[in-house]
């Protein structure tokens, strides 16, 4: 304790920063959400959970507490939730990713099938499946990502993505949005 003391008396005062120096966070955001949120607006949660993601609002990025929101969400059921999970584990852990994203469409989301076949087609040589995109552009329904997908896939690899694709459809088709 004594030798902090020496090293701290050493320092010139130009190199201490006053508190009055360090500005405050503008957290107007969430002192704005957080009451509508605590009362159960999910809205209000979801917003949150991207102030924490992405560092809006003054609170600054807090990976923890976004991930900690978007779980809460996610087991209520929530797409939007799904899919915010999804983004937080896109960049290091694949599998989550996926899993994210494919509870998200099998909740009904309309995006997550599209978001899945570019996540499967956009990943490092080792860990894309072409097949799999394919899958999920059938999904998807979209036309313009189907043909892109098409092409480093063998014909017969094609078909069973499209008949698999039917029996997904068949299964989840009529999910309600949540």
């Known amino acids: 304790m004594r030798r902090l003391a020496i090293i701290l008396g050493s320092l010139p005062l130009a190199a201490?920063?006053?508190v009055h120096q360090t500005p405050l966070p503008d957290n107007s955001a969430i002192a704005v959400s957080y009451p509508k949120a605590a009362s159960g607006d999910r809205q209000a949660e979801i917003g949150q959970a991207m102030y924490f993601q992405r560092g809006y609002g003054g609170v600054g990025a807090n990976s923890d507490e976004s991930l900690r929101r978007w779980l809460s969400l996610a087991e209520q059921g929530n797409q939007q939730a799904m899919l915010g999970l999804a983004a937080h584990y896109r960049p290091n852990?694949?599998?989550q990713a996926v899993y994210w994203y494919r509870r998200a469409a099998e909740a009904g989301n309309l995006a997550a099938p599209g978001m899945l076949a570019d996540?499967?087609?956009a990943a490092r040589p080792a860990g894309q499946d072409h097949q799999?995109?394919?899958l999920w552009a059938f999904i998807a329904g979209n036309n313009g990502q189907i043909a892109?997908?098409?092409k480093p896939v063998e014909p017969?690899?094609?078909e069973?993505?499209?008949r698999q694709a039917e029996a997904w459809l068949k299964?989840?088709?009529n999910k309600e949005p949540k």
Do not use: N, P, T
């Open 119 to 121: 996540y499967h087609a």
């Open 171 to 173: 299964k989840y088709r």
């Open 156 to 158: 017969a690899a094609q």
């Open 148 to 150: 892109r997908l098409r």
């Open 160 to 162: 069973e993505a499209a």
């Open 132 to 134: 799999a995109a394919l």
């Open 93 to 95: 852990d694949r599998e």
């Open 16 to 18: 201490c920063i006053s």
